[in-house]
């Protein structure tokens, strides 16, 4: 069985800084693309930023500048450090992992179980 474990999320004043973490763990003999989503109450989950195995990038309009994806491959983990936090930005912030769990089978999707994030005065 394959696990993404998140952590870091919390209550921030806006401006402030937060980092968010998830690493995976269990059968896993590749993982391809990973990345962070969002989803407010009310609203459907949209990606926020995406990383592939050989680090290239891609974010949303809205948190371009302010949020940065990164990863280690060898720890299997990925990290969202957001910086100059919005009242926007509140969500559950949730990981996924594209994983090939064992060699010669499927690729699969994985999510964490999301961490609140609140940004607030």
């Known amino acids: 069985q394959v696990q993404l474990v998140e952590s870091g999320g919390g209550l921030v004043q806006p401006g402030g800084s937060l980092r968010l973490s998830c690493a995976a763990s269990?059968?896993?003999?590749?993982?391809?693309?990973m990345g962070w989503y969002r989803q407010a109450p009310g609203n459907q989950r949209d990606a926020v930023a995406v990383?592939?195995?050989?680090?290239?990038?891609s974010y949303a309009d809205s948190v371009k500048g302010r949020f940065t994806i990164s990863r280690d491959n060898a720890k299997n983990t990925v990290y969202l450090q957001m910086n100059s936090l919005k009242p926007d930005d509140t969500a559950v912030y949730y990981c996924?992992?594209?994983?090939?769990?064992?060699?010669?089978?499927?690729?699969?999707?994985?999510w964490g179980q999301g961490t609140q994030v609140t940004v607030s005065s």
């Open positions: 996924h992992a594209a994983i090939t769990p064992n060699w010669g089978s499927y690729q699969y999707n994985y």
């Open positions: 269990g059968s896993i003999f590749s993982i391809n693309a």
């Open positions: 990383i592939t195995t050989s680090g290239s990038t």
